[in-house]
């Protein structure tokens, strides 16, 4: 009688445990379709000034040259002039998108079709990684459906820029460690290393990534791996890069300025003011020593060493607390204001009552996810010490390991807020796991 009555107790848990499953993974198929038909929704309608200026117009002549030339080239004529300024990531995804939709109308709106299906992928990657990250089915639910309404996330899928893409694969290679650790299948490795290092191949200054997830995993994983799955791992990452290096050591010009380079003189810059406010954010169109500091950091180190002596004061509160914080904020700063990069004549968030609505409302909501989710990094490093989380929890620190490395790099070179735009969806998953950072009281326990 009592191990009948067991037997269908535990039966009925079963039951209710795998309905409760279907109805998130339904839930979380509405927030994915709600992410498409918002993405959809505004890149099909946004009228952008100029859609292929600056960072867009490069990319699109790479992709150009790349589909139609077989050249990897900024020039828009013969003779092609190989070039190594940008890193051929988004050129190549944008060349296959050329090969198939050659005219430059389809071309522009099959990328932007593209980017919103892929922003809605990575809105059930969050879901999926905060589930692997050990939270609750509802905090998984809220941190994906932040991402799929946030505004910052729809309105740069709409513009020709790295942002979608990067962000797809960077979740999809952290999301691939995540079930790597669980299973520890070889493949999942490698699949890691491949979107990270594709990740690295849109956005260079992600290559320390992967090696810092792995320096945590070695360091404080009570999992142990194998050499070979480390190796896997970085095997995928080499794959995607080693090219792309040998590709610019043979045909990179003295003449060709790094972007690199630039990136870290325009960080010099308190606040991204050389002298007059009115170019705040563009101090280079100023500044006479800007042409020689973008090319050699010796002559912006010179400049750097020759302001900060004169007040030192301004330039350690820059670094020190300007730049992380300039980096998180919510304007675009070097853009047209707010959340947008490109002007806009005119979008669904000048159109429509929703948008605007949703729009005002993440804006003022995002400073306290962005501080909550800080505040869990900080826990996090202190449960490194005291305690540390084990078991699906443990991602909890690759996804903190990542955060703090973008927030240390770019407190060395410029800290646009544009260029935290991919990462807060990381953001976004740290601070809905405040709750159980706070209540647990045993690491193991995930």
Known sequence: MLLSSISQHSASTKVADRKFLQSTTGICLLIVLIALTVRLSYSLTVDVDTPFRADAGKYTVLAYNIAFNGEYSLNQHPPFETSTLITPGYPLFLSAIFKAFPTVNSFYVAVLVIQAILGSISTCLIYLIAKESGLGA?????????????????????????????????????????LARQSKRYTLWLLSGLLLGYACLIRPIAIPIPILLMGVLFCLDKNKYTVSQYAMMLGGVVIMLSPWFVFSS???????????????????????????????????????????????????????????????EKYIKWYLWGKPTTLWQWDIIQGAGGAYIYPIKNSQYNKSKIFNTSYLAFEKIYPYLLTIGLISVFLLIIRAFYKPLSGKAFNLYLIAMVILYVTGAHMVFASLPRFSIPFHALIFILALSIPILWKWQDGSKT
């Open 250 to 312: 043979i045909n990179s010009s003295p003449t060709q300025t790094s972007n690199a380079k630039s990136v870290f003189a325009l960080g010099t810059y308190p606040d991204f003011i050389y002298k007059n406010e009115a170019y705040k954010g563009f101090p280079h169109r100023e500044d006479p020593n800007y042409p020689a500091m973008q090319k050699s950091i010796a002559v912006t180190l010179e400049n750097l060493q020759q302001r900060a002596s004169e007040e030192p």
């Open 138 to 178: 509802l905090a998984s639910l809220g941190g994906s459906l932040l991402y799929a309404v946030a505004p910052h996330q729809i309105i740069t899928g709409g513009f020709i820029l790295t942002e979608t893409v990067f962000t797809c694969c960077l979740l999809g290679g952290m999301y691939s460690i995540a």
